[in-house]
Structures are given as C-alpha cells and as structure tokens.
C-alpha cells in the first residue's frame, strides 16, 4: 500500500493521481486528490440537505382517512430523521475505483446511507449494499472487481487525509494508518458506531442471512457487540419491508448499557428500533431472593413444573350442561362434556382452549336443536356459547386464570408444587423454591427477577406471544435458561443475533456453552430452517495486548474451554499495576494523571466502594454511574457491577480483591473490569492481588 497521505480530501469523478515518491502520489498531487474529495463531500452533504428537506415538504394529508394520514405521517417523519446529517461524523469513509463490467459507474463512494443528486446519480453508496461488500472483502488475492480502495481520514466531520490501497494481484497491503487510528482513537460519551473500521470476518457475520441466527462468542476488544448492531442495521436496510411489520429489538444487560449503545444505529439512519432490557420485557420485578433459589427458578426444569400447575386447574366434569330456551330444554350429558374437555386438554393454549370448549358446548346444543326440526345459525351458536348455563360449566370446570395466580399458588402450597413436580425437582429444590411467609393473595405478592420469567412463560402458555423479525441479544452468557426462553418466543418466527463472552459470565446461572443458550432460544446449533451457529472473534482490536494478556491470567480459572484472546495492539506500557498503603490518595492522583490525558476515563470499584471513591475523588468534577444512567460525563465512577458491555479511554480499577470476593464469580467479573479500558489501565491495591494474576 502506497504511503498515507496525512493532507485534506476528494471526489469520485477524479482521474488516478500520478505516483509520488514511495509509489503514492507526490505531494502536489495528493492537495489536488483532497480538494477534490472536499468538494464531493461538500456536494454529497448539499445533496443530502436537499433530500432531507423534499422528505420534509412532502404532506400525509393526500391519505384518503384519518388513521392512514397517522401512518403516512409517522413514515414520513422516520425518513426525516434517517436523512439527518450527522457533522460530527463523516458522510463517507471510503471510495472504490472498480474494474466491473456492470451499470453502475467506475468510482463509488462509500458511507454511512445513500446520497443521490436532483437526478438521481449516486453520489454516495450505502455501505450495506451489494456493491460496497467489496469495502470491507476486497484483497489482492481475491479484488472483487475493484483496483484501488482509498480510505479516509476526517477530524470531526472534516477531511484530513487519504490512503490508496492497490488490489491488483501480486500487490501486498500495508497496515492502514488510517484504519488503525481510528480503531484506536480516544472518545468519550456514547459507543460509536464501526461502519468504517468494519473487518472482514466482522463483516461475514453483519451480512449474515436474515433466516439464520448467529451466536458470536467475542473475546473483550473484538467489536462483537458493534457486529451485532451493524448487523441489525444492514438486515433492516436489506428486508426493510418484511422487518418494518415484524419489528426489531436490542436487548442489553441494563438501562446504562443501552444509552452507552444508543447513538449508534440513528448515526447509521434507522431510528425505529427498539432497544430494552430483560427486565424491560418481564416486568420490572425486584423483590430481594437468595441466588441460589433465583437459579433453581432460572432452570429449564420448571417448564414442566408449571405446565402441570396450568394444567392443574382444569378438572374433570361431574355434571352435565342443561340449556333452555322458552319452553325447551337442551341436555348435554356429563360423558360428553368430559370427551370434549379431554380432546381440549393439553392441545391448544389454556385461553383458546377455554373458548373452543364454549363453542363445542354450544354446538352440542345446536345439534340437539337440529333434531328437533329446528334451523340455528352461527348467531344462535354464539348466544348459546355466551349464556350464563355454558360460562358457569366452563368456569366451574376450566376456570379464567392469570399467570400470578397459578405462580402464587405454586409458591404457597406445598402439595399443590410436590405434585406439579413430580420427579422434576428435589424435595430440597422444592422446600427452597416455597414462599417462607406466603402473600395474602397474588395481587399482594411481590415478584423477584427471576419470577417475571416464570410469569412469562405461564403467559405464553395461556396465550401465544407475539414474535418479532429480529432479536439481538447481548451479553447472553448472564442469561437463565428461562429468560433465553422468554427471549427465544419474541423471535419464534424470526432470528437473532446472540452476542456475548463466556469468559465474562457473572451469574450463578452463566451458560458454559453457547449450544446450550441456543437450545433454550429455541435455535438449535445446525438445526433446519433457522437453526442456530456459533462463531468466534478471537482478534481484539480495541483493548491493548499488554491490558489483554493481564487479563488473560485470570481465564484458567473463569473459562478454562476459551483461546486466549490476541490484541493487534501491542500496547507498550498501556498497564500499571501499583500497591498502596492509601487507596483514596492513589486513587485522586491516578484520576488527575488520566484526566491531563485525551479521552473518557471510567474509575471501576467494588460496589461496595462507590461513596469512598467518590470521597476520594470529590476535588475532581465525577459523576457515579447508575443502572438507569443516561448522562455523559469525562470521569465516571463505575460499580463493578454495571461495568459489563462499557468501554473507557483509562480505567482505573480499585482493589481488585474486594471485587472478586464480593461475589460467587468474582474472578468472571474481575476479567469483566480489567478489559474495559482501550489505553491505559491502572490497577491500584492495598490488599494482595488475587493469585490467579500473580501466578
């Protein structure tokens, strides 16, 4: 690859510049190509202003009624925003000069969404089509039609500088400068997105299929949660029609993960997708449980438990149905109710299984009706279904329930759950799982996290749970087998993309294999149709390979099955690793170093050390991240807890002991906290190190 041209920028019309010293071109040559490249980014961004401003003028009121001008309206504000231009980033990254014999022309820029002029000339490709995979996969042993890929150099949303890769064959690339400060460059605030630094096995699994679901295993530093991300961006623009009606939606480990993640996808123009968490979904329960009795609850084992609980409630008839109209009486006789409710009876969801027995009472009725010369309709059916006689039986013998009430139930009464049981669970699991003091009712209960999913999985079983197109799911190693169910029914009829690390699995419920999350999701690795696959981003590119290496001590003991993960930056004296006898004074001293540097800098502490850090730091302007945080701030104090998922310029990470006692997998979050940082990362302890990092 020809060497950088660290100047201003150019257009796609522009005639190949001559060769400099180097191979590249000479110094006149490059201001000439930059120029030019301004000038098409000045008129690619003319030429988005006015796309965005004939979306603006164009009116809803041609819809013919009240509720198809609401729709048109809400589209047309969506295409407003996917239109907006972002400054502080930009509109291209790349341009590709091909040798294809096809339509379209010769040179195409590459960016974050199409731009076309008043006559509808591409000035901008969209990275997500077609002819921009060859980006991202294009080589010299394989050019894909392409002779030279420049790529782009910006300072906010201003051209700075070029570099030309040649694809001929023969030619060998250089590593990209450019390429590798951008990877590398500091930031603060929320996650930005990829799109220009996307690598070629990140791009094979953003460009994945829509009917197949991907579980990516990513090593902290590898991008896997921005794969995923861009992933769901590139499956809305290539199904944008099919995803619109079905719907997708991100879910994240907390509130705080999602607003680090939320700038990404409008920067990549979709603004209509849905971003929650687990709880977001379940309820927000948070009645205080012993984990061990959350994991027996998190156990795929309880699904048969609390399908014979539902089931439970529908008994056998005793008595017969007795209809009468006017002077006439009807009798369904109690054999023949008993033979319906039994053909009912675990063949349909428990609601559609309550009206079907209505209706085929009411037909019972009809058919008596019939012999005696008489000519009812589907009205009549209906009435009869309706009646006071058929709701009484159907009441009486397949009662109206709610999830709460079968879980309350299944909770307070020791022979109601020994039955429901059966040899599913132990007399011990089942002691554990029994309410101590049992509420008055269920309208009184208070539900812990792992109820909502026992209380989603009753409510699928009395009514079926609406799917979506898409699921993304990350940090899916901390899930339970019954959230992952929960999770898999939103998607039944669609996909997902799974995304974690099980190096980085932090509960007493963490998956040891990503077979088995796809399985409880409903997308069996190499099953048929949309059956699941597990790939593996092993290349970090983010956390320096001294930090990563530092780290990696601690995986014997978290992930014994895991490579160690390799870092493309070596990262020369990226760890400082310090005892001190006064952790506050370290620790204010650190935070002011770091802060005379460029970039976020994210304070990681025991949570049980959050006031006392933020004593320490109380000359410093900080704030402390919460669960629900939505505010920026340069200097954060993070709880070890909510570190999962969040990436910092400088991490300092705060008695690394008190982290790893404070929990059963201590170690798992420790590996967590050591490989949140991109640049530096200083380690500050008063007590000894844990051993798996001295040994």
Request: proline letters at 7%; charged letters at 25%; glycine letters at 8%.
């Amino acid at each position: 690859m020809p060497a950088e041209q660290l100047l201003p920028d150019i257009p796609a019309d522009t005639p190949a510049p001559g060769s400099g010293p180097g191979g590249g071109p000479g110094d006149g040559d490059a201001a000439r190509i930059l120029a030019a490249e301004r000038e098409h980014l000045a008129v690619s961004r003319a030429a988005l202003r006015a796309m965005r401003e004939h979306a603006q003028s164009l009116s809803a009121d041609a819809a013919g009624d009240w509720v198809s001008q609401q729709v048109l309206q809400a589209l047309l504000d969506q295409r407003v925003a996917a239109l907006a231009d972002h400054a502080g980033t930009p509109l291209f990254f790349g341009r590709l000069d091909r040798t294809a014999g096809d339509d379209l022309p010769g040179t195409l820029h590459v960016g974050r969404r199409h731009v076309h002029d008043e006559r509808s000339r591409p000035l901008v490709i969209d990275w997500r089509a077609p002819v921009s995979r060859a980006f991202y996969q294009a080589s010299p042993a394989d050019p894909m039609g392409v002779s030279r890929r420049r790529r782009f150099g910006y300072h906010g949303g201003d051209l700075t500088a070029f570099e030309d890769e040649h694809l001929g064959r023969g030619e060998t690339l250089r590593q990209s400068k450019i390429l590798t400060e951008e990877i590398e460059r500091p930031r603060s605030g929320p996650m930005r997105d990829i799109v220009a630094t996307i690598q070629p096995d990140q791009d094979e699994i953003v460009r994945d299929e829509l009917t197949r679901t991907v579980c990516v295993q990513g090593a902290p530093g590898t991008g896997k949660t921005a794969v995923g991300l861009h992933r769901a961006a590139y499956l809305l623009f290539t199904h944008r029609e099919k995803l619109a009606r079905s719907g997708v939606m991100i879910v994240g480990p907390n509130r705080a993960f999602l607003s680090y993640i939320s700038s990404v996808l409008p920067a990549l123009g979709e603004v209509k997708v849905d971003q929650t968490t687990v709880a977001g979904i379940l309820g927000e329960h948070a009645a205080p449980e012993d984990p061990a009795v959350s994991s027996i609850k998190g156990d795929a084992r309880m699904v048969p438990v609390l399908r014979r609980a539902l089931w439970a409630h529908v008994v056998k008839p005793t008595e017969g149905l007795l209809y009468t109209k006017g002077v006439n009486r009807y009798r369904v006789a109690d054999h023949e109710v008993r033979e319906i409710v039994a053909s009912l009876r675990g063949t349909t969801r428990y609601n559609p299984g309550r009206a079907a027995l209505a209706q085929r009472l009411a037909h019972q009725v009809l058919v008596r009706m019939e012999q005696r010369g008489e000519s009812p309709d589907d009205r009549v059916q209906d009435a009869v279904a309706r009646s006071k006689p058929v709701k009484q039986l159907v009441e009486q013998v397949w009662p109206r329930l709610t999830p709460q009430q079968v879980l309350h139930r299944l909770l307070s009464d020791p022979a109601f759950l020994a039955a429901a049981a059966k040899d599913d669970l132990s007399a011990q699991e089942q002691a554990a799982l029994l309410w101590s003091r049992p509420p008055k009712s269920f309208r009184s209960a208070k539900w812990s996290a792992a109820d909502g999913a026992l209380l989603d999985e009753l409510g699928d079983m009395m009514e079926r749970t609406p799917s979506l197109g898409h699921l993304v799911v990350d940090e899916a190693q901390d899930l339970s087998a019954m959230q992952l169910r929960a999770l898999g029914r939103r998607c039944r009829t669609g996909s997902a993309t799974v995304l974690g690390d099980l190096a980085q699995g932090t509960t007493p419920w963490s998956a040891r294999s990503w077979s088995e999350v796809l399985e409880h999701l409903g997308f069996p690795e190499g099953g048929e149709g949309t059956g699941g696959a597990v790939t593996e981003l092993t290349l970090g590119f983010r956390v320096p390979r001294e930090v990563l290496d530092y780290a990696a001590r601690l995986l014997p003991s978290v992930a014994p099955g895991l490579a160690a993960p390799r870092s493309l930056r070596p990262g020369a004296g990226s760890l400082t690793v310090r005892h001190t006898p006064d952790l506050a004074a370290s620790l204010a001293e650190a935070a002011a170093q770091a802060l005379r540097r460029e970039g976020s800098i994210g304070v990681i502490v025991p949570d049980a050390r959050v006031t006392a850090a933020s004593e320490a730091l109380s000359g410093l302007d900080h704030r402390v991240l919460a669960p629900d945080s939505v505010s920026e701030h340069r200097l954060l104090i993070v709880p070890a807890t909510l570190a999962k998922g969040l990436e910092y310029d400088h991490v300092i990470v705060v008695e690394p002991a008190d982290i790893v006692e404070a929990e059963p997998r201590g170690l798992a979050r420790l590996y967590v906290v050591l490989t949140r940082a991109v640049t530096s990362l200083t380690v500050l302890h008063s007590r000894d190190l844990p051993a798996e990092l001295t040994g």
